[in-house]
């Protein structure tokens, strides 16, 4: 019979269509893989300059001239500040620590410059909020610490409450806004640790950065391996002794 060859021909278009499919999901398996390795190496390269930050020697506090260009490749720079801390005009934001569940203090330091800098001075547990027990230095004082971006808005699921002074995150216009300060730098410090047994605690900065890229990547690719390994087994296996199917 003269219709005998075509389903032959359908099961080899069908054939050919798989084929075209599991290349084409090979080809975005390596690019995933690929991009997974790239994004190892960009990490990589922000941790290396991360850690050139931690380790390098502290400097001056960027000034209002500086300001404007202050971005992410500014986080963690290790700043030495001296002022006078405004006592008056602390904030208290909620925090869960190493040390478990309480409050950063955050208190403007104002500059001989004339500007001030929210300084992130350490932890208080919940049950210490009373600034009776914290040290408060009155004078002049000079102090190492970190340069952190701001956190504007508040924490995951909780936005910070001017009116109510709930904070939640370091958010340094909301904060210097509900505090009545005028020139104040668009970044936080956090300060280096204190001395044993003191109020706030110090030195409590996380420094951590997540790096699954080459796990992520390995998989992205013995994803591609095992789909290529299986097209190449439906090739293998296509049974082609049938292309030439008898008219009987």
């Known amino acids: 019979m003269a219709s005998g060859p075509r389903p032959a021909r359908r099961s080899r278009a069908g054939l050919v269509v798989l084929n075209l499919v599991g290349l084409a999901l090979v080809a975005a398996l390596v690019g995933l893989g690929t991009w997974q390795v790239q994004r190892r190496a960009w990490k990589l390269d922000l941790i290396a300059r991360v850690e050139a930050r931690l380790h390098a ?21 290790r700043l030495t500040l001296t002022g006078r801390f405004r006592h008056d005009r602390t904030a208290l934001v909620q925090a869960v620590t190493a040390l478990g569940g309480g409050y950063w203090v955050v208190t403007p330091l104002h ?4 500007f001030d800098v929210l300084v992130n001075r350490g932890f208080v547990p919940a049950d210490r909020r009373d600034p009776a027990g914290w040290q ?4 002049p004082v000079t102090l190492t610490g970190l340069l952190r971006p701001s956190e504007p808005g508040g924490a995951f699921l909780r936005s910070n409450d ?11 216009a909301a904060l210097a806004r509900s505090r009545g300060l005028s020139e104040v730098a668009p970044y936080f410090v956090d300060a280096e640790a204190t001395a044993p047994g003191i109020l706030p605690v110090g030195g409590l900065t996380v420094v951590a950065f997540r790096n699954d890229h080459l796990v992520y990547a390995i998989t992205w690719y013995a994803l591609a391996a095992m789909t290529l390994a299986a097209v190449i087994a439906l090739d293998l296996g296509y049974p082609r002794g049938r292309a030439g199917g008898s008219d009987d």
């Open 136 to 139: 408060r230095p009155e004078g």
């Open 162 to 172: 001017p009116a109510a002074d709930r904070w939640y995150s370091r958010d340094v």
């Open 111 to 114: 500059t001989p410059e004339g």
């Open 57 to 77: 020697p502290p400097g001056p506090p960027p000034g209002p001239a500086e300001w404007p260009a202050i971005g992410p490749g500014d986080a963690y720079r």
